[in-house]
T-cell receptor, first 117, second 115 residues
Framework: AQSVTQLDSHVSVSEGTPVLLRCNYSSSYSPSLFWYVQHPNKGLQLLLK??????LVKGINGFEAEFKKSETSFHLTKPSAHMSDAAEYFC???????????????FGKGTHLIIQP | ETGVTQSPTHLIKTRGQQVTLRCSSQ?????VSWYQQALGQGPQFIFQYYREEENGRGNFPPRFSGLQFPNYSSELNVNALELDDSALYLC??????????????FGPGTRLTVT
């Protein structure tokens, strides 16, 4: 079974400083990995995805993540935090379902990102 | 392009009752997945419907069941409600083109409270 561990439940940074949200995964084969963001009272939104192409993945709103197989990590970074980045972030690994259709997604417990003015 | 919609937004039920939640998938999408998100937790995969059949299931008991209709909308039914069923229920739709990965688009969710 696949799983993800988000190493920090809360991260607090000042506006304009770098953001690092850490994620380790466990998978028996080459995984597909994602980061989703959830703003209060809004649906989950895909930030970026890794699906066995380039290991450095760029997403929306200036976020990027690097897949490191040797470390089984997929950390999310952003060079400069903005107040609008305050939200819950989820690291996700996919389970390929046998009958076609989309993958069943396995979510981490989430990291709450706080941006200090 | 219409997004994923869910109804109702909120509801309150009593332990032992049954509930039906509804999801309208995004236009052109043929796959619907349901997730349960308990307070302070990440979403957990309940099951997925693809071409009107259950395609995969997470670690949820049989009292969680579902349907997908010819227009690809979907229902999640929960029987014999328990207090621990209180959660945000998320629906996600996607389009299976048979080639590679495809994004799941999430609705805003239904907040279920069981008392």
């Amino acid at each position: 079974a696949q799983s993800v561990t988000q190493l920090d439940s809360h991260v607090s940074v000042s506006e304009g400083t770098p953001v690092l949200l850490r994620c380790n995964y466990s998978s028996s084969y080459s995984p597909s990995l994602f980061w989703y963001v959830q703003h209060p009272n809004k649906g989950l939104q895909l930030l970026l995805k890794y699906t066995s192409a380039a290991t450095l993945v760029k997403g929306i709103n200036g976020f990027e993540a690097e897949f490191k197989k040797s470390e089984t990590s997929f950390h999310l970074t952003k060079p400069s935090a903005h107040m609008s980045d305050a939200a819950e972030y989820f690291c996700v690994v996919s389970d390929r379902l046998s009958g076609g259709g989309a993958d069943g997604l396995t979510f981490g417990k989430g990291t709450h990102l706080i941006i200090q003015p | 392009e219409t997004g994923v919609t869910q109804s109702p937004t909120h509801l309150i039920k009593t332990r032992g009752q049954q509930v039906t939640l509804r999801c309208s998938s995004q236009s052109g999408h043929n796959t619907v997945s349901w997730y349960q998100q308990a307070l302070g937790q990440g979403p957990q995969f309940i099951f997925q419907y693809y071409r009107e059949e259950e395609n995969g299931r997470g670690n949820f008991p049989p009292r969680f069941s579902g349907l997908q209709f010819p227009n690809y909308s979907s229902e999640l039914n929960v029987n014999a409600l328990e207090l621990d069923d209180s959660a945000l229920y998320l629906c996600a739709s996607s389009q299976d083109l048979g080639t590679g990965w495809y994004e799941q688009y999430f609705g805003p969710g239904t907040r279920l409270t069981v008392t």
